[in-house]
């Protein structure tokens, strides 16, 4: 996995392989089978609040340095936002989806 920085924008390019059937990613059924990805923030962000939102709107928020996402499709675009500043925009645009 390589990751190219476009100013905030952070594309990473490779491929990301299939998982089936990880229940300690949720326990909703639908989001335990898919691509994911981990994103890890410095320790400068240690206790801080960090905000994701994906493309969609939905946002999440935890204090946590590593993030693990779901990437559902080549659109997937997460935004990491501290203080109301953004840290870094995910756009998987470039990865490749490995199926089994």
Not at 12 to 17: A, F, M, S, T, Y
Not at 55 to 76: E, H, M, N, Y
């Amino acid at each position: 996995m390589v990751l190219e920085y476009a100013g905030s924008t952070v594309y990473p390019v490779g491929e990301l392989k299939h998982v089936t059937g990880w229940k300690e990613f949720s326990g909703i059924v639908e989001e335990q089978d898919g691509h994911y990805f981990v994103a890890v923030f410095g320790p400068a962000f240690a206790g801080k609040l960090i905000t994701c939102q994906n493309k969609d709107g939905k946002t999440f928020q935890a204090t946590d340095r590593v993030w693990v996402l779901r990437v559902a499709d080549k659109t997937a675009i997460f935004t990491f936002t501290v203080d109301g500043a953004v840290q870094a925009v995910l756009d998987f645009s470039k990865i490749t989806l490995k199926e089994d």
